[in-house]
C-alpha cells in the first residue's frame, strides 16, 4: 500500500529537518571547539608576553636597586689622617707623591693621599704647615693667590670661612680644559705652628653636574675627631 502523497511529503520534511539540526549541531560544536582552541592559545600567547613583561619589570626593578646601592654607598672607604683629619673617598687608582714632578707642591706642604678615576674627577688631601700667627681666612687668602699664578682664570663660586673649618667651590682654566672644585678645609692650632687640613675634589668642568653629589659627598665626609689616646 502506498502511503497518502501529503504522509509521504511530511517525512520527508522531518528528514531535512534532522539533517540540517544534526549538520547545526555539527557545525555548532566544531565552531565551540575552534572558538576553545583559538581562546586557549590567544590566552596562552598573551600569558606569555605578561611574564616576559613582569620579569623584565623585575629584573629592572633589581638593577635599579643594585644601582641605586651602588651610588649610596660608592665602595667609600675611610681615610684617618693625622690630628684626626678624616674622610671617606672612592677606592680609585692612588697616585703616589713620587710620581708626581718635584715642585708639584711647595716645602710646606705635604700630600696626605691623591686618588683618580682615571677619566675626569680627582681628590686630594694635603697637610699645610703654617705660621701659628695666622688665622684660616689669611692662610686661604694666600693659597689663592699663590695657586692664581698657575692657573688662569680662577673664579671662587663660594666662599664660606670660619674660625677653623672653611668650604670654597671655584673654577679654573689649566692645560686647555675648565676644572671646577669642591673643598673644605680645617684648621688645627698649636703653640708653635697651625696646621691645615684640605681636602679637595676637581673635576672636569663638562663632567660636573653628573659627578656633583659624590663631590659634596666626599666633601661633607671630610672632619676632625678627637682620636682615642693609645
Known sequence: MRRPKKQRLSK???????????????DFYSLLLLAVIIIFFATSYYLLIWLRIQNELILTM?????????????????????????????????????????????PNVKLLLMETDNEFMQLMAIETTADAKKDLKTIIADDI???????????????????????????????????????????????????????????????FNQNRDLAQKIIDSAQIITLPIK
Do not use: C
Open 145 to 207: 693667590k699663590e695657586e692664581s699664578t698657575k692657573v688662569r682664570n680662577l673664579q671662587i663660586l663660594k666662599q664660606d670661612v670660619g674660625d677653623t673649618v672653611a668650604n670654597m667651590e671655584l673654577t679654573y682654566a689649566v692645560d686647555g680644559f675648565i676644572v671646577h672644585m669642591l673643598s673644605k678645609d680645617f684648621l688645627v692650632k698649636n703653640k708653635t705652628e697651625n696646621k691645615v687640613y684640605s681636602l679637595a675634589v676637581q673635576i672636569v668642568d663638562s663632567e
Open 62 to 106: 633589581q638593577s635599579g636597586t643594585i644601582n641605586t646601592l651602588e651610588t649610596k654607598q660608592d665602595n667609600l672607604i675611610k681615610f684617618y689622617g693625622p690630628d684626626g683629619f678624616t674622610f671617606a673617598y672612592p677606592d680609585w687608582s692612588e697616585i703616589k707623591a713620587e710620581v708626581l714632578p718635584k715642585d708639584s707642591f711647595p
Open 12 to 26: 520527508k520534511i522531518q528528514k531535512l529537518i534532522k539533517n540540517i539540526r544534526g549538520k547545526v549541531f555539527d
